[in-house]
């Protein structure tokens, strides 16, 4: 009998199939049947995975550097910095996260796996330290400080419960039927993580880790009833403990100045007016990089949790809908090497990852347009932050190795390097001739 991730990878290639209008053969006037060809073509070849997910990559990083640059010089000269202060920050961080990204991209899968256990018990002791020993900023409670190293754990623990999750429910995919193999150990794992990253207050990082482990347990066929159940238990602890009963009530009047009909635009709706102010002004092509009004200290958090405002303000809708569709096409490329990997643990990983980088960029610029409360969580890649950017590009390094072990694709990144050293040794060749 096939697992649930075959079974639901077999149903999406259908409905694709489906909907290209299928693949079958041709016939001629001479009954010969001619090959069925793929209607994407070379789009649609072993290593597409692997191309789009390293495209995208670099894409946002770059895109978020120049915007870091572009939306924080202001500030960083009304702090008596250079005006090249915070950019030469993100810059440090996108050059050590660097080698990070390629390190991850060529470890085997085998060593993820091995990988798992030790890296959630490290995420944990780290999540533990901050409630005890962590600084405060922003009225949340989720850095670490060594000397001259400051980071979020939760960061990182994001990246470990992922592979945790892919490890324990791909090893049990066949009787995850069952809902004490289904709970067990993946939901008090899960619970415990969530819980010590709301024990340093930080709901907005909460709240994308449950979407990281609503993706792991869809993918790997946790039965509806369970993660329904389990959805609808989260919601009542977090609405109710972490939102009603907390103090000062700051979380109620962030959703009360969102959906509400009137909030004070001085305070609880300052942040959120000043961002569709900054989308607005930027109409159609923009008013130019480096032309933003905003950023000149009435948009708090320019060059982090709202840079996508900055980013609709000087490149205008064109640059807004480009960010939207960089990161649906990283969404496609993981969603492909889901459907396409032969491996569980790849399967439900890559869907823990791709809900937590997708799903929280959509959060982010969800909040930027109002939809939702400010819950700040920054724009994977994008925004400014070391933690984040380094442990993003260490996840999405990740998926590149598992990309690279889809079904066709080592042998196909194989010949297309000999071939590159092949072109290389003849011109050099001819140089020598010459």
């Known amino acids: ?64 550097l120049i915007m870091v640059l572009s939306s924080s010089t202001v500030t960083s000269i009304a702090a008596d910095q250079s005006p090249y202060a915070a950019f030469l920050v993100q810059a440090q961080y996108a050059l050590m996260g660097l080698p990070v990204l390629l390190v991850a991209a060529h470890l085997p899968v085998r060593w993820y796996k091995r990988l798992a256990l030790p890296g959630l018990a490290v995420a944990m002791v780290l999540l533990v330290a901050v409630i005890f020993m962590g600084e405060i900023a922003n009225g949340q409670q989720n850095w670490l400080v060594f000397g001259p190293v400051r980071f979020q754990p939760s960061e990182l623990a994001k990246l470990a419960l992922a592979i945790w999750l892919g490890t324990v429910l791909g090893r049990k995919q066949a009787l995850l ?27 907005g990082t909460a709240l994308v880790m449950g979407l990281l482990v609503a993706g792991a347990f869809f993918v790997a066929g946790v039965p509806m009833s369970l993660m329904t159940l389990g959805g609808a238990l989260g919601a009542f602890v977090v609405g109710y403990v972490f939102i009603l009963q907390q103090d000062g009530g700051d979380r109620l009047r962030r959703i009360v100045a969102t959906y509400g009909a009137e909030c004070d635009k001085s305070s609880d709706c300052y942040q959120s007016l000043h961002g569709l102010f900054g989308l607005g002004t930027g109409g159609l092509w923009g008013v130019g990089l480096g032309a933003s009004r905003e950023k000149w200290n009435y948009l708090p958090e320019a060059h982090n949790d709202f840079i996508f405002a900055v980013i609709g303000e000087e490149l205008g809708l064109f640059g807004t809908v480009l960010v939207l569709a960089l990161f649906a096409v990283l969404g ?82 194989a010949a297309r390097g000999s071939v590159v050293r092949k072109s290389l040794a003849v011109l050099g060749g001819a140089v020598r001739r010459r």
């Open 1 to 64: 009998m096939s697992s649930p991730p075959e079974l639901r990878a077999r149903e999406l290639t259908a409905l694709l199939a489906h909907g290209a209008g299928g693949t079958g053969m041709a016939t001629t006037g001479t009954s010969r049947r001619a090959p069925a060809r793929s209607w994407l073509g070379q789009w649609n070849s072993d290593v597409s995975s692997y191309y789009l997910l390293v495209g995208t990559t670099g894409l946002l990083t770059v895109i978020g």
């Open 177 to 203: 039927g069952s809902w004490s193999h289904a709970i067990l150990p993946a939901v008090p794992g899960a619970v415990v993580v969530l819980g010590l990253v709301l024990g340093g207050g930080d709901l």
């Open 332 to 413: 496609l490329a993981m969603s492909r090497v889901i459907r396409r990997h032969t491996d569980p643990f790849v399967k439900v990983a890559t869907a823990a990852v791709a809900c937590w980088i997708v799903g929280q960029a959509f959060v982010n610029i969800g909040v930027v347009i109002g939809v939702l409360p400010v819950i700040g969580v920054p724009l994977p890649l994008v925004s400014a932050g070391g933690s984040a950017l380094i442990t993003t590009m260490a996840a999405l390094g990740m998926v590149i190795s598992f990309a690279r072990t889809e079904p066709g694709a080592a042998k196909a990144l």
